[in-house]
């Protein structure tokens, strides 16, 4: 069993992670978190990396897309669906036309749709129920040593999913598919959240926290010294 306290503790030590690393779990378990209130997915991100805990559900998430993406709504038709398209076209102006729109939701992976009551996001090292998910907000180098060390030991190459909501990338396509994933995020996301033009978002099932964490010592994006074996530099010319 994974001490989640002590993981968060030393990946933020040895990353040197400015924020928390965050836990996302989805439960039908009631828990109480002092000051929820209504809040953004996104949100609530940038915020457990910086301490706080949320419990979101249904009624309490502030965003009707972020709810849907999540699973905890069901996925928008009717007029619902032609005012979000007209939003995101003509409104937040991310994508050119209906059609753009609709083929970039398709050609994703689906929502988890009526998976769970809520989904709690807290700093890992506070997590007391099991992560489903650990999202570390981090820079490019940091999120570059955890990639090699996920990999360390099966060589496979995450199928990483770029486009769409922050909340989809960073949440709903790990925890759908059991896939490590590097996002950007979305750019209105990163202008409402106030998100560092530096940070990046990589989520970590957390089956795959063991291997990682057993890398950290045999891997050079981890502790161990690179050793080069004799004649392996090229000669110089001079």
């Known amino acids: 069993m994974i001490d989640f ?3 968060a503790i030393g990946l933020k030590e040895l990353l040197g ?3 928390e690393p965050v836990a996302v779990t989805f439960t039908n378990e009631e828990v109480e978190v002092a000051g929820s209130g209504r809040v953004w ?3 609530a991100l940038q915020q457990a990396s910086e301490g706080r805990s949320f419990a979101i559900d249904a009624e309490n ?3 009707p897309g972020g709810s849907w993406h999540c699973g905890l709504t069901e996925p928008v038709s009717g007029p619902a669906l032609r005012g979000l398209q007209h939003f995101l076209t003509r409104g937040e102006k991310l994508t050119a036309s209906i059609v753009s729109f609709e083929r970039m939701r398709m050609l994703s992976t689906p929502p988890p749709t009526g998976l769970s009551e809520r989904i709690l996001i807290t ?10 998910l650990v999202v570390f907000l981090c820079d490019p180098e940091q999120a570059c040593r955890l990639i090699w060390l996920d990999t360390y030991w099966d060589g496979v190459p995450p199928r990483v999913e770029l486009l769409g909501s922050l909340c989809h990338s960073a949440i709903a396509y790990p925890l759908v598919t059991g896939s490590s994933n590097l996002t950007l995020g979305d750019w ?16 970590l099932p957390l089956e795959r926290m063991h291997n990682l964490l ?3 010592p045999r891997s050079s994006a981890g502790r161990a010294e690179v050793e080069m074996p004799p004649g392996f530099h090229a000669r110089s010319d001079d």
Not at 188 to 203: E, K, L, N, P
């Open 123 to 132: 700093p890992m090292r506070e997590a007391e129920l099991r992560p489903d």
């Open 5 to 7: 306290k002590e993981a």
């Open 61 to 63: 998430s502030a965003c």
């Open 188 to 203: 209105t996301a990163r202008r409402m959240q106030g998100f560092s033009a530096d940070t990046v978002f990589f989520t």
């Open 214 to 216: 057993e890398a950290v």
């Open 17 to 19: 992670l400015r924020n």
């Open 41 to 43: 997915i996104c949100r």
